[in-house]
Nanobody, 117 residues
Framework: QVQLVESGGGLVQPGGSLRLSCAASGSIFSFNIMGWYRQAPGEERELVATISSGGRIDYGDSVKGRFTISRDNAKNTVYLQMNSLKPDDTAAYYC???????????WGQGTQVTVSS
């Protein structure tokens, strides 16, 4: 069983910054992909950023240049540094862990990010 525990969401003004964290525990294989997706009300869930245990990084187009994903493999933790936040970034942010060799996909409970003045 895998558990993902997210933290760091909240309310921030436009132009501000937030840092999200997600710690994974349980049966985690050494090769995996961790990342963040987000979903606004009435919208589909979309990619924010992913990072593999080998360091490959992918970003959604809407966050390139503003968000930075990183991970600490020793702690099985992924981070998302969000800068220059916009109201359009308001959404529930979900941590994701993919264990590709097993075809398994896990989700955190979600953390709310609200960008508003």
């Amino acid at each position: 069983q895998v558990q993902l525990v997210e933290s760091g969401g909240g309310l921030v003004q436009p132009g501000g910054s937030l840092r999200l964290s997600c710690a994974a525990s349980g049966s985690i294989f050494s090769f995996n992909i961790m990342g963040w997706y987000r979903q606004a009300p009435g919208e589909e869930r979309e990619l924010v950023a992913t990072i593999s245990s080998g360091g490959r990084i992918d970003y959604g187009d809407s966050v390139k240049g503003r968000f930075t994903i990183s991970r600490d493999n020793a702690k099985n933790t992924v981070y998302l540094q969000m800068n220059s936040l916009k109201p359009d970034d308001t959404a529930a942010y979900y941590c994701n862990l993919k264990i590709v060799v097993l075809g398994r996909n896990y989700w955190g409970q979600g953390t709310q990010v609200t960008v508003s003045s």
